[in-house]
């Protein structure tokens, strides 16, 4: 098996991502039937946003510390560090795709201005930056997962690594700041 996977990372890769933004996307255009998904208590459903907040600023510190990590040639660290993220990560998305599923994409409380010229451009750049983060993340997470640590480096894990870690920061950090203009400050 892992012979066969490993012969086939870039395959694998366009078939999870197929899979991810199927999923993704049929929650977030409500192709997914409500009837079909347990409903938690109103006060679960209330509490996810505050809770995705938490695990987006847990998921910044993470990414850096891995970062940081195999800058020092700490690679077990690195390794456990990302493997993290990612589970903050599918955390985060798997909450906000229930809530979205549920009861649908939250309306902007504040100013119109503020809506059409800062808040639809923070989200707009945070979901593109996501969604390219999904095929990258699964790239460099089979390329780890199918190589030993000694042929990691003759790869493109770090180069693409380098790539997705910045756009998951830089996503991370926009999600942060849509939260904050959501709950916050309007």
Known sequence: MELRARDRVPEL?????????????????????????PVAPEWFLAAIPHINAVVSVLAIVVILAG????????????????????????????????????????????????????????????????????????????????RSTGEIPTTNHPRVGRVAATLWLVSFALGTVVYLLLYVLY
């Open 67 to 146: 970062w940081r990590a195999i800058r020092q040639g700490q690679v077990t660290r690195h390794r456990n560090a990302m493997l993290a993220a990612l589970v903050l990560f599918a955390t985060f998305l798997v909450l906000y795709l229930y809530r979205v599923s549920l009861e649908g994409p939250t309306d902007f409380p504040g100013p119109t201005a503020v809506e059409q010229f800062v808040y639809f451009p923070i989200l707009g750049i945070h979901i593109l930056l996501a969604i390219v983060c999904i095929p990258l993340l699964f790239y460099v997470l089979l390329l780890a997962l199918t």
């Open 13 to 37: 890769t366009g078939l999870l991502t197929v899979v991810a933004l199927a999923l993704v996307f049929g929650a977030v255009l409500g192709v997914i039937p409500r009837a079909a998904l």
